[in-house]
């Protein structure tokens, strides 16, 4: 299984390799710092956010970075939770896959998909769930922008469902078409409509 950054309760990011992301507010970017071993700093730069009941798309995404990170806060208005997904250049197609993990009451379930119409990143809350209970997530797309490999997006989400425990899922998928370069991502509820509150931010890393 991919290792997987950790964020701290001050928000920063711990990557694998035990670097430190820190948030600077005045210019909308962050920097990986390199450590003292002399290898530099990787930057992470604020593109866009979106308010999920208003636009579900991430358009026209520069091609300048190596790397995205999405993090996302979503609910929608459905009684009942609902699968969460995206969709890279509106491909609609049955060409995404994934194998989805998580722990929930004490258990670990797993399911592998094939042969979707969007990728998997998680469990959506509905109107059923205790008030103020959102799905919070983030995940990493490698080498976005390159036409010589496929594209996969490696997520992390968390839901509470209730009475019934909190659930933890690492959903990682594939969009696996003619290795075009993403310019878009759309958020896609399993039905209904997000609502008031759900949005989603976006970041480059050079």
Avoid at 53 to 77: E, M, Y
Wanted: overall charge neutral; charged content about 10%.
């Amino acid at each position: 299984m991919p290792r997987q950054n950790i964020i701290t309760p001050r928000g920063n990011v711990i990557t694998p390799r035990g670097n430190a992301v820190n948030r600077q507010p005045s210019s909308g970017r962050q920097f990986v710092d390199g450590g003292g071993g002399g290898g530099g700093s990787d930057d992470m730069t604020f593109i866009a956010e979106i308010t999920l009941n208003t636009t579900q798309t991430f358009s026209a995404i520069p091609g300048t970075f190596r790397h995205l990170w999405v993090i996302f806060i979503a609910a929608c208005d459905q009684s009942a939770a609902q699968v969460l997904s995206i969709q890279f250049n509106a491909d609609s197609g049955a060409n995404y896959q994934a194998q989805s993990h998580g722990a929930f009451q004490g258990s670990i379930i797993a399911a592998q998909l094939t042969g979707q119409t969007s990728g998997r990143i998680g469990s959506l809350s509905g109107t059923g769930d205790p008030a103020g209970t959102f799905t919070s997530g983030r995940f990493f797309i490698p080498y976005y922008t390159q036409t010589v490999n496929d594209k996969v997006a490696l997520t992390q989400s968390y839901y509470n469902d209730g009475s019934a425990g909190p659930l933890v899922r690492i959903d990682d998928g594939q969009w696996a078409t003619a290795n075009a370069a993403i310019t878009s991502i759309t958020f896609v509820p399993g039905a209904g409509s997000f609502i008031a509150g759900s949005k989603a931010s976006l970041y480059g890393v050079t």
